[in-house]
């Protein structure tokens, strides 16, 4: 039998499912829409997973990240569960292991670690302006009428990309239709676009930080091709694309997962089969202070199996 580690990366936008050799070679991996149904998106991502891997395959440790990270640890029985921070650090430590700086954009968030020697030593994140995302190109290319396939191929073509205000989605739709207004080519709008959403990444999400070389660009985001000229035009660096670029928080969570495993620990993996199994989730709020904390039960046939929420760590064990 082969040993292998399974990582769950669960976001608003994409639930990834990564699936590692023992070496750390990528076996499957696979992108799917979470849909605002994130224990489906686990069940799905691990039915489809499955059916893609040889049969002598057993997962010998399972990790989950993501904002769902602790959903999906629960319904798959990780062994562990980390922050994107970490997974994503280490995933591209693995593809590139002198990494000072990466940068990440997926559908509805961006962040930026910084790394030295390996260590991550500062990051921000954006989770509340769309401006810097993923989602805002996929807006400006839908009112554009371009499949976002080819934005980034339009990108490059651009000769004098015009300045359009990014600090700001509606900002930037108004400026986008004054310069079509004014008769700018599409490809000088989508390459000012580009550059945009790589300004306002820059001076609010990036806001202060030392962005040294190597620097690895990973996200969604990273597959277009105009965005990674508009990183390397403002920054004056080669910008790194790794391999796995979309799947990196999962990847992460594989080789988190390999590593605490491989220290004699038997795995908690539960199997594929809990793909056919049924979980709700339910939630209260905690009236024993003025937090009021949100508590999140998973069930699975009618018993809770994980519990979280509360500031204080009252409700953390399922005895109370």
């Known amino acids: 039998m082969q040993p292998c580690y399974l990582g769950i990366d669960v976001g608003s936008v994409s639930t990834n499912v990564v699936v590692i050799t023992a070496a750390g070679e990528v076996l499957s991996s696979l992108y799917i829409r979470t849909h605002g149904q994130p224990i489906q998106a686990v069940k799905e991502g691990l039915r489809r997973v ?9 997962i010998a440790g399972a990790g ?7 959903l999906a640890g629960a319904i798959i029985g990780a062994d562990i569960v980390k922050n994107e921070i970490t997974a994503h650090a280490v995933a591209a430590r693995l593809e590139v292991p002198e990494v000072q700086t990466i940068l990440e954009i997926g559908g509805q968030d961006s962040k930026i670690i910084i790394l030295r020697q390996g260590v991550v030593i500062d990051f921000a994140m954006n989770t509340v302006c769309a401006a810097g995302t993923g989602s805002f190109l996929d807006q400006q290319a839908a009112r ?10 339009l990108a490059l073509k651009a000769r004098h990309p015009v300045r359009i205000a990014g600090r700001c989605t509606v900002f930037a739709e108004s400026d986008m239709i004054h310069k079509q207004q004014m008769g700018h080519n599409i490809e000088d709008i989508i390459g000012g676009l580009c550059e945009a959403l790589v300004r306002n990444y820059l001076n609010n999400v990036a806001k202060g930080k030392e962005i040294l ?6 996200g969604g985001v990273a597959a277009n091709a105009g965005i990674r000229a508009a990183f390397s035009k403002a920054l004056q660096q080669e910008i790194i694309v790794p391999r796995h670029f979309a799947v990196m928080g999962a990847l992460g969570a594989a080789l988190l997962a390999r590593d605490y495993v491989n220290n004699n ?3 908690k993996f539960k199997g594929f089969e809990v793909a056919e199994e049924e979980f709700r989730a339910r939630s209260f709020t905690c009236q024993g202070c003025s937090n009021l904390c949100e508590i999140v039960n998973i069930e699975e046939e009618g018993s809770i199996i994980a519990r979280w929420g509360s500031r204080c760590g009252k409700w953390d064990t399922l005895g109370e």
């Open 265 to 267: 620990r038997e795995t």
């Open 144 to 153: 554009l009428g371009i499949p976002i396939e080819n934005f980034g191929e």
């Open 213 to 218: 070389a190597p620097i690895v660009f990973q």
């Open 50 to 58: 499955k059916a893609t891997l040889p049969g002598d395959v057993i």
């Open 64 to 70: 989950t990240t993501g904002s769902g990270r602790y």
